[in-house]
Nanobody, 115 residues
Framework: QVRLVEAGGGLVQPGGSLRLSCAAS????????MGWYRQVVGKERELVAS???????KYSDSVKERFTISRDNAKNTVYLQMDSLQPEDMAVYYC?????????WGQGTQVTVSS
């Protein structure tokens, strides 16, 4: 089994920054993909960014140039540095790990962007 524990959400003013982290534990295999999704009430969960264990990165168009995803393979931890946050970034952010055909989710962390 895999457990994902997220941290770093909160309230920030427009233009501000937050850094999310997600630590994975349990049966983690060497090749996997970790990432961040977000969801607003009434809408589908959408990919924000992902990074594989060999460093392949994907971003959604809406966050390119503002968000940076990174990972520490030794700690099985993925990070999301979010800069220039806007009200439309407000959502619950979920950590995801994919390996061997299975996907695992964290409990979610709320990001609120408001003045």
């Amino acid at each position: 089994q895999v457990r994902l524990v997220e941290a770093g959400g909160g309230l920030v003013q427009p233009g501000g920054s937050l850094r999310l982290s997600c630590a994975a534990s349990g049966s983690i295999f060497g090749f996997n993909s970790m990432g961040w999704y977000r969801q607003v009430v009434g809408k589908e969960r959408e990919l924000v960014a992902s990074i594989s264990s060999v460093g392949t990165i994907k971003y959604s168009d809406s966050v390119k140039e503002r968000f940076t995803i990174s990972r520490d393979n030794a700690k099985n931890t993925v990070y999301l540095q979010m800069d220039s946050l806007q009200p439309e970034d407000m959502a619950v952010y979920y950590c995801n790990l994919g390996q061997l055909g299975s996907r695992y989710w964290g409990q979610g962390t709320q990001v609120t962007v408001s003045s």
